[in-house]
């Protein structure tokens, strides 16, 4: 199975912050690498696909960069409703395999 | 629009059975490749299984703690897509997802409990 380690587990920011949360694959999975938030008791939401592909709907504070088996997510400017769990996923391979998130609070 | 829709859950005993579904609607469903992702309670994703199209055989693949226990099967007429779990355990406990992966789309989960 592909692993996918993801950091960091939790981070504390304010408002306007810059975030990057990053994902290393143990072995290399192409572009097949999305990104999702997920917000307690709601099912995630897609915000990035093929690495760096904004989701329709998703601000453009969000994106995504990386090759190989490193990849970010960077929020430009955080806002208020930010304030989620986000998760990697890579489906290059079966099983696909999530990261274990990272949870972004307000500091 | 896009959507999925789960059904099925609830609460059985360790060893019993249940049969989760997933009806799907806004896209073409008969060329999707299907994925069920479960959540236990307070922890991260984890993808259980996957089902292929007609066209690539219907194929299925499923994650290690749930292979042998769990099948997938789809229904192309009814755009709807089941998970039949056996021999459950406490650990199975967890949201379970429909999920589109080429879309990015999820149902909102629906709730197992394997408790005694």
């Known amino acids: 199975d592909i692993q996918m380690t993801q950091s960091p587990s939790s981070l504390s920011a304010s408002v306007g912050d810059r975030v990057t949360i990053t994902c290393r694959a143990s072995?290399?999975?192409?572009?097949?690498l999305q990104w999702y938030q997920q917000k307690p008791g709601k099912a995630p939401e897609r915000l990035i696909y093929?690495?760096?592909s904004l989701q329709s709907g998703v601000p453009s504070r969000f994106s995504g960069s990386g090759s190989g088996t490193e990849f970010t997510l960077t929020i430009s400017s955080l806002q208020p409703e930010d304030f989620a769990t986000y998760y990697c996923?890579?489906?290059?391979?079966?099983?696909?395999?999530f990261g274990q998130g990272t949870k972004l609070e307000i500091k | 629009e896009v959507q999925l829709v789960e059904s099925g859950g609830g609460l059985v005993k360790p060893g019993g059975s249940l049969r989760l579904s997933c009806a799907a609607s806004?896209?073409?469903?008969?060329?999707?490749?299907m994925t069920w992702v479960r959540q236990a309670p307070g922890e991260g994703l984890q993808c259980v299984g996957r089902i292929k199209s007609k066209t690539e055989g219907e194929t299925t693949d499923y994650a290690a703690p749930v292979k042998g226990r769990f099948t997938i099967s789809r229904d192309d007429s009814e755009k709807t897509v089941h998970l039949q779990m056996n021999s459950l355990k406490t650990e199975d406990t967890a949201v379970y997802f429909c999920h589109f992966n080429h879309m990015g789309v999820w149902g909102k989960g629906t709730t197992v409990t394997v408790s005694s």
């Open positions: 093929a690495v760096s």
């Open positions: 996923l890579q489906h290059n391979s079966f099983p696909y395999t």
């Open positions: 072995q290399g999975i192409r572009n097949d």
């Open positions: 806004g896209f073409s469903f008969s060329g999707a490749w």
